[in-house]
């Protein structure tokens, strides 16, 4: 199909991305990160969009690396047919949405479908930051107040005694019913005295906790594989995935660790062929699976969106998506979607016309 589509132009541009709040993790503390916008224009004059964006000190992709990239598509235009570089997952999915939009006729038709039609929104999980305790209740409160049934935070970057408490407190006030993800981004592989992982563990099942996201460091295979086998709490691989190419060495992995889910996130993972490996992989193995973002603008995330809902081959119902993060920064791409009462939407009577008007196309 590519080749029906010679291309004739290349054109990029970078954005640095301001975050309204300092995004903190377990690992780091985010105030901006880079994205490039690469457009891809053929012999008919049709175009497509790709976003490439990096969480600096997680994504594989060298900024230099990345530049250097679009400077030779701009060169040389021909060149954009060719395989992406294993080293730059984040440029191969910016590079996938690009011909996406470029063949379906539209630019920001990535995967058409019922969201892209405005037919369908996806049930979506909120984002709870890491803050102090009472910031973060307020927070919660906030998500509950606006129709969210499901919350996920951030865990590791407190004390575990003082996060417990405020986890409890958290519990309290969101009731029972109300699911409770979570997410350590490797943060239990730090020793703390009294409390081994496994203990803590223990401590978030005891308060009806449905999954917690990377306990361990990526390099503790065999500790994770032993914590999925016996702990009481479900646990999801995330930062585990990242760097993993073919289809059997996923499996590989997969079956040494053993996982209940896996969080994919396409821009870490080398876009959505490589994403659709992996949930090739787990749903033969009977593990779960859920999409995120990787705090892409509206671009990466509108795409990221179609995928989920129209893009993806699998067996199962959706569970709910981690894809609440459109409002994070100051200076956004403008888009059409919209998170309403647990939802992420896509609006009809909002236009596409001012990212036009940005972007110069």
């Known amino acids: 199909m590519m080749d029906q589509h010679a291309i004739q132009s290349v054109r990029y541009f970078k954005r640095e991305l301001q975050f309204k709040t300092p995004a903190k993790t377990s690992r780091d503390t985010l105030v901006s990160k880079p994205s490039w916008y690469v457009c891809l224009t053929d012999n008919h004059g049709h175009s497509g969009w790709g976003e490439c964006s990096l969480i600096l000190g997680l994504s594989p992709d060298n900024p230099q690396a990345v530049e250097a990239y679009f400077d030779g598509l701009v060169e040389s235009p021909h060149r954009a047919s060719e395989p992406v570089p294993a080293g730059l997952p984040a440029v191969r999915f910016a590079m996938e949405m690009a011909w996406n939009g470029l063949v379906n006729g539209h630019p920001l038709r990535f995967f058409p479908g019922s969201f892209e039609s405005c037919e369908q929104a996806i049930p979506i999980n909120g984002l709870i930051w890491m803050a102090e305790p009472e910031a973060l209740l307020e927070q919660a409160r906030s998500l509950l107040g606006r129709g969210f049934t499901t919350l996920k935070m951030k865990v590791g970057s407190m004390p575990f005694d003082a996060e417990l408490d405020w986890l409890k407190a958290l519990r309290k006030e969101a009731g029972p019913e109300v699911v409770l993800r979570t997410d350590a981004n490797g943060a239990f592989s730090k020793p703390e005295k009294g409390w081994t992982p496994m203990r803590k563990l223990e401590a978030l099942a005891k308060l009806g906790f449905h999954s917690i996201e990377q306990p361990l460091a ?3 295979q065999e500790a994770l594989s032993d914590l999925c ?8 691989l995330d930062e585990s995935l990242i760097g993993v190419g073919s289809a059997t060495e996923k499996e590989a992995l997969l079956n040494a660790i053993g996982p209940q889910y896996l969080v994919l996130k396409p821009s870490l993972l080398g876009g959505f062929r490589s994403s659709q490996e992996w949930i090739d992989a787990a749903e033969a193995r009977g593990i779960g699976w859920w999409a995120t973002s990787a705090l892409e603008s509206n671009l990466g995330l509108y795409a990221i969106a179609q995928w989920v809902q129209d893009g993806v081959r699998t067996a199962h119902p959706l569970m709910l998506q981690g894809l ?26 909002r236009q596409w016309s001012k990212f036009h008007e940005i972007m110069g196309s």
């Open 229 to 236: 086998e016996r702990s009481p709490l479900p646990i999801a």
């Open 324 to 349: 609440g993060t459109g409002g994070l920064f100051t200076n956004n791409i403008p888009g059409t979607m919209e998170v309403a009462s647990g939802y992420l939407h896509n609006r009809p009577e």
């Open 218 to 220: 990526p390099t503790e």
